[in-house]
């Protein structure tokens, strides 16, 4: 999400990808289980205001975007934050009125506690689908100078792409392994396993899902699902995404044995990128940015790549920057909505 050279490789991981499945993952039944602890234990799990509790509310913009962050009075005032008190869901909103002459508020969230490790488990109902968005459910260290101590993008795609990006961003020495996952390296060449930062432009090690709905419009289609994102010092970095319906039930009873689950997404392997060396002190964020390098490097590329299946968003839009689209057609950011169930972590 700090990548400010985004554009130039995701543009150029677009040819690489575009070989990528684009089916929907079988997800293989998992091998018999034995019942018995994960050696978890239920940390927190939060709804409605609950939820929004763990969080403050960032100001500002980044990442080249149009958004404009605003303070928690503002948000409530227009209306960009709520919580359903039917089924206590979190909604957070974009401003779908007229924009300024430069910007459009919208909303970032950074989380007030930090971790070393855990699970941490979203399930997300509805998340934006429009042009121009860049949204994003990650984690980064609230104490150290990116990129030490660490970044793990959990949720992060733009426009109407349905194939969700998982990455993690580090100092050198950080690599995936070559097996162990799902998903497809976002990254050609050399540097696809290889988390560090600096030797990547920023983008770090990135997975892109192979599951066209794991992300945006994909994904809205069936109500969304559960991402997992399990940081363990024995275990690695793993993340997954599982569609509603697909949702393995030891998440649903509160008791997650991810050893259980179907192989990750994302895989990162302990002895390749020992996490006590790399993450430090990760808080959660959610944001929805507008426009920016991301969004913008690819406004004129069809997406195909990451399973947008209704051609560039210059062609749909008619406008030539992700910019200038956002600024003028507000009522159309109304689409640009998140609505969280739950967050549960795990220790
Ligand atoms: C996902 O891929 C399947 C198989 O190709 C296709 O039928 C379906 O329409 C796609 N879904 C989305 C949201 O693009
Ligand atoms: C803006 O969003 C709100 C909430 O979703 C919706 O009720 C309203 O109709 C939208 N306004 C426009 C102009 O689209």
Redesign the pocket.
Known sequence: MRSTSLLVLAGATAALASSSH???AKHRRSQPVEKRGSGYTLDTFAKGQDFLDLFDYAEGSDNGGVANYVSESTAKSDNLVWVNPKDDTVHLRVDNSTASASSRNAIKLTGKKTYDTGLFIFDIERQPQVCGAWPAVWMTSMTETWPAGGEIDIVEYVSRQ?DNGFSVHTTSGCYAGSSGYSGTAMLAGDNALNCDADATSAQGCGFRSTQ??SAG??AN?YKGGVYALEISESGGISAWFFVRGKVPSDITEKNPQPSSWTTPDMYISPSSCKPSTYFKNLGLIINTNLGGTWAEGVWNSDNSYA?Q?DGSCASQTGYSTAAAYVLAEGQDFTHSYWKFRSLAIYK
């Open positions: 684009k089916n929907m349905t066209n709905v419009i994909g289609y399973g299946t």
